[in-house]
């Protein structure tokens, strides 16, 4: 068994922050890439921040300049730093992991459960 569990989430104004974090549990041999999607009313999920096992990070377009992805590996956590936040982030934001797990030479795709980050005034 494998658990994302997501914290951080939340109400805030415009232009200010929060901190996601998604930590990762389980029987696992090695993860892989990992990553935070959103996903706001009537909008497709959409894909805002990955991070390679490396450390290489890759960010949206719409996010690059106000977002930052980091993980912990040792740890098995992956965070996601939001500053400047805008109403149009306001969205369901979701954890997600490629993973290796124990006794398994496949590599699965792991969701956490969610969590909401509204920006309003």
């Known amino acids: 068994q494998v658990h994302l569990v997501e914290s951080g989430g939340g109400e805030v104004q415009p232009g200010g922050s929060l901190r996601l974090s998604c930590a990762v549990s389980g029987s696992i041999f090695r993860i892989y890439a990992m990553g935070w999607y959103r996903q706001a009313p009537g909008k497709q999920r959409e894909s805002i921040a990955t991070i390679t096992s490396d450390g290489r990070p890759n960010l949206a377009d719409s996010v690059k300049d106000r977002f930052t992805i980091s993980r912990d590996s040792a740890k098995n956590w992956v965070y996601l730093q939001m500053n400047s936040l805008k109403p149009d982030d306001t969205a369901v934001y979701y954890c997600?992991?490629?993973?290796?797990?124990?006794?398994?030479?496949?590599?699965?795709?792991?969701w956490g459960q969610g969590t909401q980050v509204t920006v309003s005034s």
């Open positions: 997600n992991v490629h993973l290796e797990r124990l006794g398994s030479q496949a590599v699965y795709d792991y």
